[in-house]
């Protein structure tokens, strides 16, 4: 436990040393004197920790984040209650408090759906990583990394220690991990690196831009429709 305790704080501190010594398990010959020496720690660095270990780990740090921001809602209630009288401003928080209700629910509902939430995400990059990585013409024999890349973004979730700042912190660190995974463990250069990670949002400005054009293109042979009527 002790161990894998130990990557996981590793794995977000130093997120391209650990990359880089995945490359190197992968591409190495080691003897099996040496591999059964340090099978207690750097095992993990040969095969990487489970995905189930992993949600396990950072499980636990999406609770706490949910339990201050349940905290927040409940102070913020207890102000309004005590401290906010009659008035504009009174309306507004009462009005506010309506959907705070709302936000309790989703913020629970991520706490029970976090493994398969996790799950889904987690696919997906390998699926966006996958397609990059035979379409640039890797070494297959890296595909393995893949999975590991991805799934040591999961010990980003440490940051959701922080409040306020937790979840940006923590989407920053996913995109620095991903970032050196690609560059350090797959060998990808800096471009392509950047490729990769924008791929998401290319697609989704292609997709809102060919939505964009088919919804003109409907509405102008709706209007010509019209005027031939006429």
């Known amino acids: 436990m002790n161990e894998m305790l130990r990557y996981y704080f590793e794995g977000v501190l130093h997120p391209f040393l650990v990359q880089e010594r995945y490359y190197q398990f992968r591409h190495k010959a080691i003897d099996s004197h040496e591999l059964g020496r340090e099978e207690g720690g750097n095992g993990y660095f040969e095969k990487g920790v489970s995905f189930a270990t992993l949600i ?9 984040e949910a339990f201050y921001r349940l905290f927040g809602f409940h102070l913020s209630e207890w102000l309004i209650d005590n401290f906010i009288g009659d008035g504009g401003l009174a309306t507004y928080f009462i009005r506010a408090q309506a959907t705070m209700y709302f936000q309790i629910f989703i913020i629970l509902l991520k706490v029970v759906c976090f493994p398969i939430l996790v799950w889904i995400m987690v696919k997906i990059w ?10 640039l013409g890797k070494d297959e024999n890296d595909l393995a990394g893949i999975s590991q890349i991805v799934n040591n973004t ?12 937790g979840p940006v912190l923590k989407w920053l660190s996913m995109l620095i991990q991903l970032y050196g995974g690609l560059r350090y463990n797959l060998r990808y250069s800096r471009l392509q690196a950047a490729i990769v990670l924008l791929s998401p949002v290319i697609l989704l400005v292609f997709f809102i831009f060919c939505g964009f054009f088919f919804l003109t293109f409907f509405i102008s042979k709706l209007f010509l429709s019209l005027f031939d009527i006429l």
Do not use: Q
């Not at 390998?126 to 379409?135: M, N």
């Open 154 to 165: 999961l010990t980003s979730h440490v940051f959701l220690l922080i409040p306020i700042f």
């Open 126 to 135: 390998e699926a966006i990583i996958t397609f990059f990585h035979h379409f």
């Open 56 to 64: 396990l780990l950072s499980w636990p740090f999406m609770m706490f």
